[in-house]
C-alpha cells in the first residue's frame, strides 16, 4: 500500500474518535504515515477541503452533525476528487448499495479492519491513477500547445487536411498563398492551390497516399503563389492528428541557402535543447583547447572550471514531476549562464549539473563567481502555477593550472570538489583540495594548533520545550581563536579543515568537550543534554564512536546526555556510513537528532534507517516564519509528520519571539533562536523562565 511520499492525508467525522484511532493503526501497520484530520460538521468539512488537500475522507454513518447527503454535497461544491468511505459498525449489504449509489464509494465496517484496509489501497491506488492522468494530460496541453506554437512562429510553410480540405494552416502558408486569413482557407480543397497544368498529377499522388499503397512521401508540383506568379515547390505529406482527427500534414520547405541552413544545424548540434546552453560534448571539445592553448602560452595563466550541481534532485522530481523539474533546470540554467558574463563558457553537462569555464581566472575570482552562482540559485524562486519551488546547488571549483592537461582531468577535479559539498550537506562551494588560497598552510597550522592546545572554544545556545518541559538543553557550536584574539564561527574555518582533512579530528576534540561539560554540570546537581553536530566526514570514521565510547565510560556519563546531530541531506548521500555511524552510537545510548527537516522530501523514507529521536526542522523554513504565510503552512504540515512518526519536533534558527505563540498553536517541542539567547560560552539559561 503506497501514497504519495508514504504519507495517507486522511479527513474523517466520526462521533467515537477510538473508532478512527484504531483504524489508522491498521493503516500505519500496513507501511503508512497517516496525518488525521477531524471534522463535525458541514462547516468545517468545507473550510478544511478550502485549505488543503487530501487522500481520503472517511465518514461515519448517521452522524446528525454531518449527514451523508450534506458530507457529498460539501465535497461536489470544492470540487475534490477525494474518495469517500462511510463508516458502518456492522456490515448492511443493503446500506452498502445505498450509499454507492448516494456517491460514496464504499462501506466499511469497524469490526472488519482487513477489508477496510484492502479498500483504502484500492482507493489510493485509483487515486494515484486518475492524479497521474490528470498530470499527463496537463503535460500534454503543455506540449500542444507548445506545438501549436512552435507551427504558427515556423519559417516553414505548414498546414493540416483533412479528406483534402484544409482545417489548419500557420502564417507563412498563409502567406505563400496570399491567404489574409485562417478562415479564408479553412474547408478549402488542397487541390484548388495547385497549378492547373499539375492537378491531375497530384490528384493521383494524393488519392495513393490516402489508401497507402505507395511508398511516396513527397511530390513536386507547382502552385498559384501569393504574386499570381506559378512557382515550383517540394510538398512532403505525414500522418497527423488535428482536434483529435487523423489527418495529414503538409510541409513546403523554405528554400534557404545552403549554408545558412548548415550553419543552423551546426548551431543546433552544440546546444541543449532543454536550456539553450552548450551541449556536453561541445563543451568538452573547448575546454580540451583551451588547456592546449594554456599550455603553449606558458605564461602562468590560469582558468578555473566550475561543476554546480543541483541538490535534492530526486525530491523534486518525485514531489513536482518531471514539467516542474524541467522548469527548475531552466531557470538554474539561465542564472549559471547569466554569472558566466562575456568571458565565460556554460554548458548543461548532464542531468542536472553545469558546468563553467572561466578562461584566465584565479582562485578567489572563480570562488567569488561560484559563491554569486550559489546565492542566486538558493534565492531564486521557480513558479509552476500555484506552486513554488526553492532549490539549492553544491558546486565544486578547480583551478586549472599547467597540472591540468586534459578536459577529463579537469572535470575529474570539479566533480570530486562538488561530491565533497554535496557530503557536506549541499548548498555550499568547494575547492579541490589540491588548490588553496592564499594562507592556505596558515589555516592548516591554525587549526592543527588549536587541537593539540587551546584554540578552540565551545558555546552554547539553548533549545526549550514550550510543554512546560524544565530539562536542560543546549546545542553546541564551535569557535576557533584567531592570531588576532577574533573568535571565528565554523563558516570561516571548517572548509579549510575539510581540505586539510582535519573535520573528523575536530567533531572528536568537540565531542570530547562536550562530554567534559556535560559530567561537569553534572557534579553539580545539573542533568544536562547537549546537542553536537557530526559532519560527513565522521560518519565513515569508526575511531570517532570508540574515543565517544571511552570518553563517556572514563568521565561515567550515560549516553543520553548527548545527541548527536547529523544534517538530513548528508545522511541521504552518506546513507550506509550514517547507519552505521548511527547504529554503534546509539549502542552507547546516545540520542539521536537530524537537522534540515522538510527539505530533502525523503524524512519518512530516511526514519525507517535511522530512528532519530529529534527533527530540526530546515534554517530556510523557520529563519523567515513571522512573515511568510508559505512557509508558516509548510512548518504547520511539517511539526504533524513529525508528531505522526512519534518524533519531537525542534523549530531552530528563530529571531523573532513573535513566532513563539504561533509555534506554541502548531505544538512544535523545543525552539531554539538568538531570540532566546545567542551562543554563549557557558550554560547560564534559566529553562524555568519560559512562559507562553
Given at each position: ?41 458541514a ?35 470544492a ?15 443493503q ?19 482487513e ?27 503543455e ?20 479528406e ?10 498563409l ?12 474547408g ?36 498559384q ?19 483529435g ?62 561543476y554546480?550541481?543541483l ?6 522530481r ?8 524541467d522548469?527548475?533546470?531552466g ?20 542531468d ?9 581566472h ?8 561560484a559563491?554569486?552562482?550559489?546565492k542566486?540559485?538558493?534565492?531564486h ?47 555550499r562551494v ?23 592546545g ?11 520545550a514550550?510543554?512546560?518541559?524544565q ?44 562530554a ?25 570514521e569508526?575511531?570517532?564512536?570508540e ?29 550506509n ?9 546509539r ?12 527539505v ?20 530556510e ?16 504540515e ?32 523545543l525552539v531554539?533562536?538568538h531570540?532566546l539567547?545567542e ?5 547560564g ?6 512562559v507562553?
Amino acid at each position: 500500500m503506497e501514497s504519495d511520499n508514504g504519507l495517507l492525508r486522511l479527513l474523517y467525522a466520526d462521533a467515537a474518535g477510538n473508532d478512527v484511532e484504531q483504524l489508522t493503526s491498521v493503516l500505519r501497520n500496513a507501511g503508512l504515515a497517516v496525518r488525521a484530520t477531524a471534522v463535525a460538521d458541514a462547516e468545517s468539512l468545507g473550510e478544511a477541503l478550502a485549505g488543503h488537500s487530501y487522500d481520503l475522507f472517511l465518514c461515519a454513518d448517521g452522524l446528525e452533525e454531518l449527514p451523508l447527503a450534506s458530507a457529498i454535497r460539501v465535497l461536489h461544491q470544492a470540487g475534490r476528487d477525494l474518495p469517500l468511505l462511510v463508516l458502518a459498525d456492522g456490515e448492511e449489504p443493503q446500506r452498502r448499495r445505498e450509499v454507492m449509489a448516494e456517491g460514496a464509494v464504499d462501506l466499511v465496517s469497524k469490526a472488519d479492519p482487513e477489508h477496510f484496509r484492502l479498500v483504502v489501497a484500492r482507493e489510493l491506488a485509483g487515486l494515484h491513477e486518475r492524479r497521474r492522468i490528470r498530470r499527463v494530460e496537463a503535460a500534454l496541453r503543455e506540449t500542444e500547445r507548445r506545438c501549436h506554437a512552435l507551427l504558427d512562429s515556423s519559417r516553414d510553410a505548414i498546414a493540416y487536411v483533412h479528406e483534402g480540405m484544409h482545417v489548419y494552416a500557420n502564417r507563412s502558408y498563409l502567406e505563400r498563398f496570399g491567404v489574409r486569413d485562417l478562415d479564408e482557407i479553412q474547408g478549402l480543397p488542397v487541390l484548388d492551390l495547385i497549378a492547373s497544368e499539375d492537378q491531375d498529377r497530384f490528384k493521383t499522388f494524393f488519392r495513393h497516399y490516402m489508401r497507402g499503397d505507395s511508398d511516396q512521401q513527397a511530390i513536386d508540383v507547382h502552385i498559384q503563389a501569393a504574386d499570381g506568379e506559378v512557382e515550383r515547390v517540394h510538398m512532403e505529406f505525414s500522418a497527423a492528428s488535428w482536434d483529435g482527427e487523423d489527418c495529414s500534414q503538409i510541409l513546403i520547405r523554405e528554400q534557404s541557402s545552403s549554408a545558412e541552413l548548415e550553419e543552423r544545424l551546426e548551431d543546433l548540434s552544440r546546444k541543449d535543447l532543454l536550456t539553450g546552453l552548450f551541449n556536453r560534448n561541445y563543451f568538452v571539445d573547448v575546454l580540451d583547447r583551451a588547456l592546449a592553448e594554456q599550455l603553449d602560452a606558458d605564461d602562468g595563466s590560469t582558468s578555473a572550471l566550475l561543476y554546480v550541481r543541483l541538490d535534492n534532485l530526486e525530491a523534486v522530481r518525485a514531489t513536482h514531476g518531471i514539467t516542474v523539474l524541467d522548469m527548475v533546470i531552466g531557470d538554474v540554467a539561465t542564472l549559471v549562464e547569466r554569472q558566466a558574463g562575456g568571458g565565460g563558457l556554460a554548458a548543461r553537462y548532464s542531468d542536472a549539473v553545469f558546468t563553467l569555464l572561466l578562461r584566465h581566472h584565479g582562485v578567489h575570482e572563480a570562488l567569488a563567481v561560484a559563491e554569486s552562482i550559489r546565492k542566486s540559485v538558493e534565492d531564486h524562486v521557480t513558479e509552476a502555477g500555484n506552486r513554488t519551488i526553492t532549490k539549492t546547488c553544491s558546486l565544486g571549483v578547480a583551478v586549472l593550472g599547467d597540472g591540468v592537461a586534459t578536459a577529463e582531468q579537469a572535470i575529474n577535479l570539479a566533480s570530486a570538489a562538488c561530491e565533497a559539498a554535496a557530503e557536506e550537506g549541499g548548498n555550499r562551494v568547494q575547492l579541490h583540495a589540491g588548490e588553496e588560497p592564499e594562507g592556505g598552510d596558515d589555516w592548516r597550522t591554525l587549526i592543527e594548533d588549536a587541537l593539540a592546545g587551546e584554540g578552540f572554544d565551545l558555546y552554547y545556545q539553548p533549545l526549550v520545550a514550550l510543554d512546560g518541559d524544565q530539562t536542560e538543553r543546549y546545542e553546541v557550536s564551535l569557535r576557533l581563536r584567531a592570531t588576532d584574539g577574533e573568535m571565528l564561527e565554523p563558516g570561516a574555518f571548517l572548509p579549510h579543515a575539510e581540505r586539510h582533512g582535519l573535520a573528523a579530528a575536530i567533531d572528536r576534540w568537540v565531542l570530547d568537550q562536550a562530554a567534559a561539560a556535560v559530567a561537569a554540570r553534572q557534579q553539580r546537581g545539573h542533568e544536562t543534554t547537549l546537542f553536537v553536530r557530526i559532519g560527513g566526514a565522521s560518519l565513515g570514521e569508526q575511531a570517532v564512536v570508540e574515543q565517544l565510547a571511552e570518553t563517556l565510560q572514563r568521565l561515567e556519563i550515560p549516553g543520553e546526555r548527548l545527541v548527536l546531530q547529523i544534517a538530513e541531506s548528508v545522511a541521504v548521500t552518506q546513507l550506509n556510513q550514517a547507519k552505521a555511524f548511527h547504529e554503534r552510537a546509539r549502542a552507547l545510548g546516545c540520542g539521536f537528532a537530524l537537522d534540515g527537516f522538510g527539505v530533502t522530501g525523503n524524512t519518512t523514507q530516511l526514519i525507517q534507517h535511522l530512528p532519530a529521536d529529534y527533527l530540526k526542522i530546515a534554517r530556510e523554513l523557520t529563519e523567515d516564519l513571522g512573515s511568510n504565510d508559505r512557509h508558516q503552512q509548510q512548518v504547520r504540515e511539517l511539526i504533524a509528520t513529525g508528531h505522526e512518526m512519534g518524533k519531537r519536533v525542534i523549530a531552530g534558527y528563530l529571531e523573532e519571539a513573535t513566532v513563539l505563540a504561533m509555534l506554541w498553536q502548531y505544538q512544535v517541542d523545543l525552539v531554539q533562536g538568538h531570540f532566546l539567547q545567542e551562543p554563549l560560552p557557558d550554560m547560564g539559561y534559566d529553562f524555568t523562565g519560559m512562559v507562553i
